[in-house]
């Protein structure tokens, strides 16, 4: 199955790379252009620092992140089934599926860190710092298990099939025996999107310090968020359907 979801996720991500590499960097240009702008007018403080970290956190996971990867498996669905892909005509949509797309997401945040944060905050509370690695480790153990197997909850979102707690469940169904090859997936295709991140920094790190590196690392990273987002998504969304075609040949026989 690894094999398979690699296969057709890089085979896909050629057929349309230029569709949904200017897509993501479309979605992603206004955010890094206002990030660059707030950087470049703070004080070069560490408190200044963190904040935009902060802002570059959330905004990414909240919106630009979760719109980018609608618009680019709405887009993947249109050419599987038409042979034709236009970000532009999957847009509407897109903004459409956002919502609850953020919603299901947030939801598999809170199944992944609610007992592990509740026994680290008992930690800190109580003052002990065995109940706080306690949590550490059950937070880890968490994100091992649960993120795998809720992997591709916000797939079904996108696809119409379920939202919220049913879209949760539905990933759950479906990574059922496959969690294995699932983390699987989700760590080649991570270690793919990593490789290419190391690769721009780096390349915008190469600058000479002061505001010349500020833009040069903002202009990299948003080449490489407009590259490497598309994998995951696709991916992610190869990934689901074929635990679905196992799923149906398994109700089959």
């Not at 070069?44 to 909240?62: E, K, N, T, Y």
């Not at 980018?68 to 459409?96: K, P, V, W, Y």
């Not at 379920?162 to 059922?176: F, H």
């Not at 969690?179 to 190469?206: D, E, K, M, P, Y």
Request: charged fraction near 10%.
């Amino acid at each position: 199955m690894v094999r398979q979801v690699i296969r057709e996720t890089l085979s896909l991500y050629g057929r349309l790379f230029r569709q949904v590499v200017v897509a993501s960097f479309l979605v992603f240009l206004p955010f890094t252009i206002a990030l660059l702008v707030l950087e470049l007018a703070v004080p070069d403080s560490s408190s200044a620092q963190q904040g935009l970290a902060i802002i570059d956190a959330v905004g990414s996971l909240l919106l630009f992140v979760p719109l980018a990867s609608i618009l680019i498996i709405r887009s993947a669905m249109s050419f599987e089934q038409t042979g034709e892909a236009s970000t532009r005509r999957e847009a509407g949509a897109a903004f459409g599926s956002l919502v609850p797309y953020v919603a299901t997401q947030v939801l598999v945040l809170i199944v992944i860190v609610a007992l592990p944060g509740a026994l680290i905050l008992a930690g800190y509370a109580a003052g002990s710092s065995t109940i706080m690695t306690m949590g550490i480790g059950v937070l880890i153990g968490s994100a091992l298990l649960n993120g795998v197997r809720l992997t591709v909850a916000t797939v079904a979102v996108v696809t119409g099939d379920a939202q919220g707690g049913t879209a949760l469940r539905r990933s759950a169904s479906l990574t059922r025996g496959n969690w294995l090859r699932t983390l699987g997936v989700v760590v080649l295709l991570s270690l793919l999107a990593l490789l290419i991140a190391v690769v721009f920094s780096s390349a915008g790190l190469a600058f000479p310090s002061g505001r010349l590196q500020d833009i040069a690392t903002s202009v990299f990273g948003l080449i490489a968020n407009a590259l490497t987002v598309p994998i995951v998504a696709l991916g992610s969304y190869r990934l689901y359907r074929v635990l679905q075609a196992q799923a149906s040949a398994r109700r089959a026989a």
